[in-house]
């Protein structure tokens, strides 16, 4: 039984503190939500179509639900042959972002194998995330999809039970999101570690690797300045190209990676040590981590010049900054101390803005996969969604 209202849902985006690329090949990586979000409206129809509205990619169109339909005994043999699901995507409409729509219609179409059938919906997703940045936006845009669908088809509980404003779904309800956002991620990424979409349906800290999540209970509050040097990349490609060369050097990248996984490891345990009792030494530690882990990513191929024009005017400030997400451009993260002069973040961001780049200060943690209530909308959200 779908139902028979709008749904708000969103999802957060991430920070990865350390740990991607590795986090593909088995490692641990630590990853925690980022107070910017991606937002899905959905609204019931009565005609047996599809409206897709995705602002942040400009693409806006409608499906037959009849079209789909004709996908489905390919798709019920294999859900793995994602070319039909591109080629639906991209030829009905020769839009430019074939991945968003495919995946899409791949959780569309996997409602079917849940014996569900295909609900008439609107549906908006706008996003406060840059894409391609390193955020987490794909991550994001799958979870809330797949949060969206199985509560709009009844696969899962409508959280909104009653008139409060943000609420969440049951831990096994929200597996299932995860584990159906996470081969959303596979249409975007081709080979997702899973840490992505692991953070926008938890949000909080965790810790991930090889499919398991630990929340970490409590990190201590870390201010960071998020920039975004606004160099587009593919992760896909970038994810690729680091399996490329773990291939051609195994002796050589195999020891960068272990490396990058201690590194998790010990910013893991300093973050703990901070939570019992903060000192200017765990600092240290986590800048030396800091510069350590960069290095090594620059190693395995994913650096660029931007962002080293990034760490180095923030190491002429005295401050530590890492690439986050594919790399390849995207974001950077610095980490801020608690007696890091308000002054020199003020300058740090000039001299970053300056160089065409984008930079916020933030703190990390937050929440993940929610429903909410129209009136509980942020105003910019509801400005936004008024006019879509
Ligand atoms: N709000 C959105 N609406 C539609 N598609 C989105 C949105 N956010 C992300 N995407 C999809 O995710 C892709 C970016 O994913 P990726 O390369 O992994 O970068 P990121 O670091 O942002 O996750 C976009 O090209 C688009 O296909
Ligand atoms: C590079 C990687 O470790 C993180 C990718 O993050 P993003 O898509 O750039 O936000 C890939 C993955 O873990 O799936
Ligand atoms: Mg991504």
Redesign the pocket.
Known sequence: MTIERELFVSAPGKVILHGEHAVVHGKMALAVGLNLR?FIRMRPRKDDTVLIN?P??G?KLRWDIAQLQTLLPSFQDDPQKLEILKNFAGIIEGCK?T??LAVLAFLYLYLSICGRDLPSVDIV???Q?????????????CVCLAAALLTYCGRIDDPMCDETTILRWSQTELDLINQLAFQGEKV??GNPSGV?NAVGTWGGALQYQSGSITPMERIPVLHILLTNTKVPR???VLVAGVKEKLLKFPDIMEPVLSSIHAVSQECQRVLKEMTAGLSMDHYTVLEELIDINQHHLNVIGVGHSSLETICQVTKSHGLHSKLT??GGG?CAITLLRTDTDHAVVETVKQELTNYGFQCWETSIGALGVSVHLPSSLTEDVREAFSNL
Not at 129 to 137: D, E, H, V
């Open positions: 991606t995705l942040n990619i693409t972002d991945e968003s997703v706008w996003s995330l840059p894409t391609g940045a390193g955020l987490g936006s794909s991550a994001a845009y975007i990424h992505d593919s992760t896909k997400g594919a995207g």
